[in-house]
């Protein structure tokens, strides 16, 4: 009986239809990019229409272009927009008040951001063609946290205006021998920080790239400086990036534009206020973080190291002003500036701020004096 029932029960499952396939239906949810390019606008139209076409002509088609403007007085973001048209990867971000740096444009950049990696570029710079595949390829290869490249092309003879048949050499404020092929560098603090303050880890953010986890899980941001906001956040990254990758790479085209904040900064009050926001504001940026690290706080005299860097790279702006000026002249002005910050330390901190400078003329005199001797010899 068990056979015969087995039989019966076969052959009805062989009448009974097979279930239909249950239809799944899935949420229109936005393919996220591979890469969030970050793009800081503020009267760019010059530009703006290069930029944005080197990094819309990649390779790597992956990308969302995030373009931030703050409150452009010129055609730059009409003309953004009206490229946005023609291509939805460029997601176009308006500030409602103008920022005076490029600090909140990058920082809404990073919060907008939706990519694996994060790269920065300029208004007025451009990618090669090949950029952000080779920087992806490596970040890849190497499981990443930041790509570091450590020169750029140049137009030679400072060009601005960018075309096809433009000359270019190969330009880089990093110092010591650069690398033939792709490594991963040094995971001790130490070392990097040291690095760092030699000018091996300079901190232009432009021409590197990042993983965006790692920035949102270290909460890296740049600082509300006028000035050197980029060096500062490049310290926090070298501090606290399990792997960098250097790469030989050159992949970005730096554009000399004589508009830039810094080089705008046409008198010694200006620089001045920036060079001294920088010292101040900076200083305590950089000390607050460092205070996270046991080993800033066992080691004191490596957090001096990176305070002592940002100061050296704008001590070079504000030098050019110094041979306009009489010693009694640049004091008053040193005064006046220093006391925004300093109150009744103010001649103190002018004393030392001129000796600084004098101590600083004295070396470059000194050098100029060996370049001299050599070249007689």
């Known amino acids: 009986m068990a056979n015969v029932k087995n039989k019966i029960q076969k052959k009805m499952a062989a009448k009974t239809p097979a279930a239909a396939p249950q239809q799944v ?3 229109n949810i936005p393919r996220l990019p591979g890469v969030s390019i970050v793009l800081p606008m503020y009267n760019a139209q010059r530009y703006i229409k290069s930029c944005v076409t080197s990094a819309l002509n990649q390779t790597f088609r992956d990308f969302e272009l995030i373009c931030i403007d703050d409150c452009s007085t010129d055609d730059t973001l009409k003309i953004v927009l009206e490229m946005a048209k023609s291509d939805g990867r460029i997601k176009v971000i308006r500030l409602p008040k103008n920022s005076g740096a490029a600090s909140e444009p990058r920082n809404t950049g990073i919060r907008f951001s939706r990519g694996k990696y994060i790269a920065f570029l300029d208004a007025d710079d451009m990618y090669t063609p090949t950029a952000l595949a080779e920087l992806v390829t490596a970040a890849e290869k190497w499981k990443a946290d930041v790509v570091h490249t450590e020169q750029v092309y140049f137009p030679e003879n400072q060009t601005i205006d960018v075309t096809p048949e433009t000359k270019f050499t190969t330009f880089s404020k990093e110092k010591g021998g ?12 130490a070392e990097r920080v040291q690095m760092f303050y030699k000018g091996r880890f300079f901190g232009w953010v432009h021409n590197k790239l990042y993983r965006r986890d790692f920035l949102m899980e270290k909460n890296l941001h740049f600082a509300k400086l006028l000035t ?4 500062i956040f ?5 501090c606290t990036a399990p792997r960098i990758v250097r790469v030989p ?27 001294t926001h920088l010292m101040i504001e900076g200083s305590k940026i950089l000390d607050d973080f460092m205070n996270g690290f046991d080993f800033f706080i066992k080691n004191p005299n490596y957090r001096q190291l990176p305070i002592d860097y940002i100061i050296q790279q704008h001590l070079i702006w504000t030098q050019r002003f110094y041979e306009k000026y009489t010693p009694a002249q640049l004091d008053g002005i ?4 220093l006391k925004k910050y300093c109150g009744d330390f103010t ?3 002018a004393y030392i ?10 070396l470059i005199n000194y050098d100029k004096e060996m370049k001299a001797l050599k070249a007689k010899v």
């Open 347 to 349: 001649p103190f901190f």
């Open 178 to 189: 650069f690398c033939k092929e792709a490594f991963l560098e040094t995971d001790n603090l």
């Open 234 to 238: 490049y310290f926090q990254v070298v």
């Open 228 to 231: 050197s906001e980029d060096i």
């Open 353 to 362: 701020y001129g000796a600084i400078h004098s101590y600083r003329q004295r």
């Open 334 to 337: 040193v005064r006046k500036e």
């Open 25 to 27: 239906v899935s949420a």
């Open 249 to 275: 790479n050159i992949t970005y085209i730096y554009r000399h534009n004589p508009n830039s904040i810094t080089r705008k900064m046409v008198s010694i009050e200006e620089s001045l206020h920036a060079l």
